[in-house]
């Protein structure tokens, strides 16, 4: 049986890790390739960098985080933030990335979908949606630019037209749960899993152990992702597992 | 010296990573001389069955590799895997034909990819671990089968013909117990 997956997630910026609350007000926490080694330890799954430096000199200090995890860490990597054309593609793969994930690039242009998941394989292709509900419209819509700028795009019609271009995976971030620490936008997450055959990982919300267990109990999703209650200590990997564990969610133990 | 076949797919990098921390050498090359010099070779690969096929082809890589299944430890990962066998769905194509079985595109009702972390059953209990899968299609075969994974349907994970294994997830990204397994297949495999 497969297990669900339990991914930390580092916001990279200049080469140290951040973590924001709902998008606003970074604040740094550590050495990314420590952190990497101590959540693989714990029994990360998979790790997820996002790389949110906005000058080539960041860009290139994450080359370096991706090549130095990849020597000494052997589970799954993925790498977001920045990513905008195959060149850029290119270089974190070589680095040592398994997969990438797109978001404002692959709004912009979606062709790039398309050209990528034909290039690299669909499974390497993973698209990053941040997705906030519109009360007045009574539907989602999709962010770019971590979460700045609103498209008119909706997000339950992109993840269809994501699917049918080649994307393997789905990240997709509630910003009205992200930060809150309340649990996962099950709403959300329900409607998109069962939208697409593709695997959707859950982000934004995760406050306790008991909110995975929630998630995967509630929704299909595949995995689950979250930052700040991990770096900040509040639950650890291994906390969130047993307890998945107990409520029968099988988990995979290191 | 272990060889890893380079024909321009998949990411060799992490592979190569995998067998330095394992403390072997490793040359990454498609170079005659240099698949012939090696010890082993590996094949590995991510991506598209029928781009695979023709950049081996383009590479004049097929008959070479032929030759080296006859005489050498050869090791199929993932795409790589796939390529061994008789012919896939994915572009129409015949494969390597080292091995008797087809591939064919996963119809399950769970979502495909099949991705994620999925237990091996097996006769061999040093391989009933969790390991991390990616992949859209699977093989096809009733033969030289050494572990499977459940995913709504039996899914081939492990194969061993003689001197040929094929291992469908990615040992490289398996954690600790992906690198035992991948050691394993480089010090004879699986059948005892």
């Given at each position: ?56 000199t960041?860009?290139a ?12 860490l ?21 680095a ?7 978001n404002s690039?692959?709004?912009?242009n ?37 979460g ?15 699917e ?15 930060g ?8 959300l ?12 990982i859950?982000?934004g ?36 597992k ?13 | ?43 590995p ?15 004049n ?28 769905e ?24 099949h ?10 209990p ?6 991390y ?29 003689d001197?040929i ?18 050691n ?9």
């Amino acid at each position: 049986m497969i297990k669900k997956r339990i991914i930390p997630c580092l916001d990279v910026k200049d080469g140290v890790v951040v973590k924001g609350i709902q998008f606003k007000g970074l604040r740094e926490i550590g050495d990314p390739v420590d952190l990497a080694k101590r959540y693989n330890l714990l029994g990360a799954d998979e790790l997820v960098f996002l790389d949110i430096s906005a000058t080539q000199t960041g860009n290139a200090l994450m080359l370096d985080v991706i090549r130095q995890t990849a020597r000494e860490l052997f589970i799954p990597m993925t790498i977001g933030g920045g990513l905008k054309s195959i060149e850029d593609i290119s270089a974190v793969l070589n680095a040592g990335a398994d997969k990438v994930s797109l978001n404002s690039a692959a709004l912009k242009n979606p062709d790039l979908i398309n050209e990528t998941s034909e290039k690299f394989g669909t499974q390497c292709i993973c698209i990053a949606i941040d997705a906030k509900w519109e009360e007045s419209e009574q539907d989602w819509f999709c962010y770019t630019h971590g979460g700045k700028e609103r498209t008119d795009i909706r997000t339950l019609d992109w993840i269809k037209e994501v699917e049918e271009r080649g994307a393997g995976e789905l990240l997709v971030t509630s910003m009205d749960y992200d930060g809150m620490q309340n649990g996962f936008d099950h709403t959300l997450l329900s409607k998109i899993q069962k939208e697409v055959s593709i695997p959707v990982i859950a982000s934004g919300g995760a406050g306790s152990a008991e909110d995975f267990v929630s998630l995967f109990l509630e929704t299909d999703v595949s995995a689950g992702l979250a930052a700040s209650i991990f770096h900040d200590e509040d639950v650890t990997i291994q906390e969130v597992k047993d307890l998945c564990d107990t409520k029968g969610v099988p988990m995979r133990h290191v | 010296m272990i060889a890893i076949v380079d024909y321009g797919l998949g990411n060799i990098a992490n592979l190569s990573n995998a067998l330095h921390f394992l403390g072997y050498e490793v040359r990454v090359t498609n170079k005659v001389s240099e698949l012939e010099a090696a010890d082993q070779i590996i094949l590995p690969g991510v991506g598209h069955f029928k781009d695979a096929m023709n950049r081996l082809n383009d590479l004049n890589l097929v008959p070479e590799l032929i030759k080296l299944k006859e005489s050498k430890p050869f090791i199929g990962i993932c795409l790589g895997m796939q390529l061994l066998f008789e012919h896939s769905e994915e572009g129409d194509v015949d494969g390597l034909n080292f091995l008797p079985g087809q591939v064919k595109k996963m119809t399950c009702q769970l979502p495909v990819p099949h991705l994620g972390w999925n237990k091996l059953n097996a006769s061999l209990p040093s391989l009933e671990e969790d390991v991390y899968f990616i992949h859209s299609y699977k093989v096809h075969t009733d033969e030289n089968v050494v572990a499977k994974a459940n995913y709504e349907e039996d899914v081939v994970a492990i194969v061993q013909k003689d001197n040929i294994i094929g291992i469908q997830f990615h040992p490289e990204k398996s954690g600790d117990k992906g690198l035992q397994i991948l050691n394993q297949a480089l010090k004879g495999g699986f059948n005892q």
